[in-house]
């Protein structure tokens, strides 16, 4: 019988011969030695998160960071490029999701998300 260390390194394998995880990290590779923007990236994700929280707590979002955020957002995903890596991250995000969806359910375990 498989321990559950075996079976989350073979999962582990199965995520990086994924078909999410290849085009992403093709991806990433293709943009990564490009500082700016690798730099570009960090600030969206950090105004994204900023905003992410303001709207969980229910506040208004006409302040700098949104606009900042709009403003990446356009920028980034005019570019080919840095659209298809923004793209590959999130459906590698959404199966990541779903895996650990699935193991929380197996484990009966819940973990209460802000607002609920």
Same mark, same amino acid.
């Given at each position: 019988m498989m321990t559950v260390t075996e079976a989350a390194k073979q999962m582990c394998l199965a995520i990086q011969e994924s078909?999410?995880?290849?085009d992403f990290a093709a991806r990433k590779e293709e943009i990564g030695d490009d500082a700016a923007i690798m730099g %570009?990236?960090?600030e969206y994700k950090r %105004? $994204?998160?900023a905003v992410q929280m303001r #709207? %969980?707590? &229910?506040q208004m979002q006409a302040d700098e960071d949104a606009q900042r955020f709009q403003q990446l957002s =356009? %920028?980034?995903f005019?570019? $080919?490029r840095t659209a298809g890596y923004l793209m590959a991250e999130m459906r590698l995000q959404k199966m990541m999701s779903d895996v650990f969806e699935s193991l929380m359910a197996? =484990? &009966? #375990?819940e973990i209460p998300l802000p607002g609920q």
């Open positions: 078909p999410e995880y290849r %570009l990236i960090r %105004l $994204q998160a #709207m %969980l707590a &229910g =356009s %920028l980034l005019t570019d $080919q197996a =484990s &009966g #375990m």
